[in-house]
């Protein structure tokens, strides 16, 4: 592996390290991940990941909305809890399911900011025409 490739891996190994390190301060503190400090922090994440390419599509690290949910889960082991609770008919358990809220929370947010980012010449260049 290049040296240059080891710095895309580490630098979106600690993008992802911190969103999963603010999430679980959210919850442990049972606080909203869109209210401040975390949502200005997740923020911050964000314009790092957009500015280093990985939330563009096809992005190797992908750190897009679902690249994030994707590897989270496997982390958390979301997807096998929620196997578990089909296979057993069961509720998924509430450590689980409280992942899960707060994981769609930063999913929302990350894909209105790339959204917005993304039209941001749209609306923002009018003076030039």
């Not at 603010?22 to 911050?44: H, M, N």
């Not at 500015?51 to 190797?60: H, I, M, P, R, V």
């Amino acid at each position: 592996m290049t040296s240059s490739l080891d710095e895309t891996l580490t630098l979106a190994d600690r993008i992802l390290d911190r969103i999963e390190a603010l999430i679980l301060d959210a919850e442990r503190s049972t606080k909203p991940l869109e209210v401040d400090p975390y949502r200005g922090q997740l923020f911050e994440l964000f314009v790092t990941a957009n500015g280093a390419g990985y939330t563009k599509d096809d992005a190797d690290p992908d750190l897009s909305a679902d690249g994030i949910c994707r590897q989270l889960g496997i982390r958390w082991g979301l997807a096998n809890a929620a196997k578990e609770s089909v296979t057993q008919q069961t509720r998924i358990p509430q450590e689980h399911l409280s992942k899960m809220r707060l994981m769609w929370s930063v999913m929302r947010m990350w894909m209105e900011w790339d959204y917005a980012w993304q039209r941001w010449e749209e609306f923002h260049n009018h003076d030039a025409q």
